[in-house]
T-cell receptor, first 113, second 115 residues
Framework: KAGVTQTPRYLIKTRGQQVTLSCSPISGHRSVSWYQQTPGQGLQFLFEYFSETQRNKGNFPGRFSGRQFSNSRSEMNVSTLELGDSALYLC????????????FGPGTRLTVL | AQTVTQSQPEMSVQEAETVTLSCTYDTSESDYYLFWYKQPPSRQMILVIRQEAYKQQNATENRFSVNFQKAAKSFSLKISDSQLGDAAMYFCAYDTTSGTYKYIFGTGTRLKVLA
């Protein structure tokens, strides 16, 4: 089975721009979660989608949004980028909504200049 | 709110030796899941081991085993016969069953394996 894929792997943007990241889950996985990883804050939960609906949300400003498509692929959007948004964004998927094990993608490294 | 603490920012182990990484957590729930994930320099988070809180038996996966002490809220990872490929950041994670279903991660322990 193919693993979780994330595109692009690297992004460089400037302040004020917006960015869209993509995550394709393992086949059969219907839940997609997004995490932000920074050296200072560690791994922080952004949101989780299941069956095209946002089920959980972390403590991030409204500039961070996401969506999930009928094929379970998910996108994450960050508008009006700030320097502090520079991070590794990880996507994790699991079969159902609940306590299944999450499997992570390789991440997208976003640099905001 | 649940919290996960990894008090060792960095650990070193000699190749072929055994090392134990510590993790403590705080929760008022009785049923939950605990995980250890490994993140090598390639950045991909890889599941190492999973423990269900209602199971008394400690989980084991080849050279990796846990010491799960539910009353003490402790979940340590033991790596036996350490290999160079074990060098990575190790994260302890808690998964609540209360309906929020999001992982809470510790701050990580960087493991160095010395040849």
């Amino acid at each position: 089975k193919a693993g979780v894929t994330q595109t692009p792997r690297y992004l460089i943007k400037t302040r004020g721009q917006q960015v869209t990241l993509s995550c394709s889950p393992i086949s059969g996985h219907r839940s997609v979660s997004w995490y932000q990883q920074t050296p200072g804050q560690g791994l922080q939960f952004l949101f989780e989608y299941f069956s095209e609906t946002q089920r959980n949300k972390g403590n991030f400003p409204g500039r961070f949004s996401g969506r999930q498509f009928s094929n379970s692929r998910s996108e994450m959007n960050v508008s009006t980028l700030e320097l502090g948004d520079s991070a590794l964004y990880l996507c994790a998927t699991r079969q159902g909504f609940g306590t299944d094990t999450q499997y992570f993608g390789p991440g997208t490294r976003l640099t905001v200049l | 709110a649940q919290t996960v603490t990894q008090s060792q920012p960095e650990m070193s182990v000699q190749e072929a030796e055994t090392v134990t990484l510590s993790c403590t957590y705080d929760t008022s729930e009785s049923d939950y899941y605990l995980f250890w994930y490994k993140q090598p320099p390639s950045r991909q988070m890889i599941l190492v081991i999973r423990q269900e809180a209602y199971k008394q038996q400690n989980a084991t996966e080849n050279r990796f085993s846990v010491n799960f002490q539910k009353a003490a809220k402790s979940f340590s990872l033991k790596i036996s016969d350490s290999q160079l490929g074990d060098a990575a950041m190790y994260f302890c994670a808690y998964d609540t069953t209360s309906g929020t279903y999001k992982y809470i991660f510790g701050t990580g322990t960087r493991l160095k394996v010395l040849a």
